[in-house]
């Protein structure tokens, strides 16, 4: 089945480590997207790629970073820079030619720093 | 700035109720909207979007949606709820970007 992972699920780190968190599509989209959820505001845009390797800083980008080398592959890296890591991450990828808006969600990863 | 606004954070229904949700935006000219869906611990999930013409679009699940231009609102109904309807909603509007608002969380009684 096609679809899009992210991995772990749940993911714990102490304060001044990175950490990675990995999303993975085999729907074949070129764009892929990063976004936080913190309770009560809704999702904000971390990072966005529309084709390998290259990206784009969304509206939060600073303390985060990205790498696009496969289609497949979007992972975000949480540095030790981000004040305040603690959230809900969401990955999407969009099929070639769709609207922004007709996204794909994964199941997201919950990281909390220690 | 442009923004998207759910007033209300959390509203609990009885399980059969009508339920409301509310959205306004705040744009030049009228962006494209949309509402998701979010189950705890999963990924957002498209119920219905509004691009032009009639003004009262349907989804999924039973979904409707109302665009009304003269109170920039895209206020989310449901005739009947479910108990399988909990969950938090995003309205969200489209021109460069994407942008949603806050969520609400609905709670269902039985």
């Known amino acids: 089945d096609g679809g899009i992972t992210q991995s772990p699920k749940y993911l714990f780190r102490k304060e001044g480590q990175n950490v990675t968190l990995s999303c993975e599509q085999n729907l074949n989209h070129d764009a892929m997207y990063w976004y936080r959820q913190d309770p009560g505001q809704g999702l904000r845009l971390i990072y966005y790629?529309?084709?390998?390797?290259?990206?784009q800083k969304g509206d939060i980008a600073e303390g985060y970073s990205v790498s696009r080398e496969k289609k497949e592959s979007f992972p975000l890296t949480v540095t030790s820079a981000q004040k305040n890591p603690t959230a809900f991450y969401l990955c999407a990828s969009i099929p070639s030619g769709a609207g922004i808006y007709e996204q794909f969600f994964g199941p997201g990863t919950r990281l909390t720093v220690l | 700035a442009q923004s998207v606004t759910q007033p209300d954070i959390h509203i609990t229904v009885s399980e059969g109720a009508s339920l409301e949700l509310r959205c306004n935006y705040s744009?030049?000219?009228?962006?494209?909207l949309f509402w998701y869906v979010q189950s705890p611990g999963q990924g957002l999930q498209l119920l219905l979007k509004y691009f032009s013409g009639d003004t009262l679009v349907q989804g999924i699940k039973g979904f409707e949606a109302e665009f009304k231009r003269s109170q920039s609102s895209f206020n989310l109904r449901k005739p009947s709820v479910h108990w399988s309807d909990a969950a938090e909603y995003f309205c969200a509007a489209f021109d460069v970007m994407l942008t949603f608002g806050g969520g609400t969380r609905l709670m269902v009684k039985p």
């Open positions: 744009y030049g000219a009228t962006p494209y």
């Open positions: 790629s529309q084709i390998v390797n290259d990206f």
